[in-house]
Nanobody
Framework: QLQLVESGGGLVHSGGSLRLACAASGFTMNGNPIGWFRQAPGRELEGIACITRAGSISWLLDSEKGRFTISRDNAKNTVYLQMNSLKPEDTAIYSC???????????????????WGQGTQVTVSS
């Protein structure tokens, strides 16, 4: 497995913004697709977005288009999830993931990924 570490979560008021970071530990991330997922209390894990090895956005959850975007900075070995206009329903644990079989590219399912970070809590107050 590959090690990923998320950061940037926290408490924010409704309408605010956060930028989450997913950093690679012990490997160079630029050869891997990276996905972001979230799990709200009492709900299933939900895929948000994935960015390809080349830096293109493979897919982005339709309901979040216009508010969220994903990007990568290979020089910093980091992928970002920029979240704007946050709502209380965005409260969740946000995790990034990748797959050791990187040539398969971005997947949409949890089972497509075999390496996960520990997650970072995002809480949006009303």
């Amino acid at each position: 497995q590959l090690q990923l570490v998320e950061s940037g979560g926290g408490l924010v008021h409704s309408g605010g913004s956060l930028r989450l970071a997913c950093a690679a530990s012990g490997f160079t991330m630029n050869g891997n697709p990276i996905g972001w997922f979230r799990q709200a209390p009492g709900r299933e894990l939900e895929g948000i977005a994935c960015i390809t090895r080349a830096g293109s956005i493979s897919w982005l959850l339709d309901s979040e288009k216009g508010r969220f975007t994903i990007s990568r900075d290979n020089a910093k070995n980091t992928v970002y999830l920029q979240m704007n206009s946050l709502k209380p329903e965005d409260t969740a644990i946000y995790s990034c993931a990748t797959r050791t079989r990187a040539w398969l590219g971005c997947g949409r399912r949890q089972s497509d990924y075999d390496s996960w970070g520990q997650g970072t809590q995002v809480t949006v107050s009303s």
